[in-house]
Each structure stands twice: as structure tokens, then as C-alpha cells.
């Protein structure tokens, strides 16, 4: 079975409930037929280079491939 891809960079909003996203795209993209396969989180660097928080996530999608 061959499949298709697609990624989706997700970035954090600082609430006061907490870190919050916009995932209302997942759902539809779930009735389309993809399927989340991998998420990588995104690190910020502060000024010296050095890593202090995640601030958001890259998710890769996968679905199969339409037959020609």
C-alpha cells in the first residue's frame, strides 16, 4: 500500500488556563482520512542559544495513497 503525507506545524498560545492550540483542523482532517502519525515538539532557543521551552509542535499525517 503506498500512502500520501502531510505535515502540520502547531504553535502554543500562552493562556491563563496554560499553553493552548488550535486543533480543530485535526478532526476534519481525520474525517478526510488522515491519520496522525508522528509529532516532533519545536524548541525555542533565549538569547544565549540555549533552549528554555517548547513552543509548539510539528505533526506529520499520513493517509493511503489513492488507487489510479
Known amino acids: 500500500m503506498m500512502f500520501e503525507?502531510?505535515?502540520k506545524m502547531v504553535m502554543?498560545?500562552?493562556?491563563p488556563e496554560g499553553l493552548t492550540a488550535d486543533m480543530g483542523w485535526l478532526k476534519e482532517a481525520g474525517e478526510n482520512g488522515w491519520e496522525l502519525v508522528?509529532?516532533?515538539p519545536l524548541i525555542a532557543p533565549n538569547r544565549d542559544g540555549i533552549a528554555y521551552g517548547t513552543v509548539g509542535c510539528?505533526?506529520?499525517l499520513k493517509r493511503p495513497?489513492?488507487?489510479?
Not at 12 to 15: A, G, M, N, V
Open 65 to 68: 495513497k489513492p488507487t489510479q
Open 58 to 60: 510539528q505533526m506529520i
Open 5 to 7: 503525507y502531510m505535515d
Open 38 to 40: 508522528s509529532s516532533v
Open 12 to 15: 502554543f498560545q500562552d493562556t
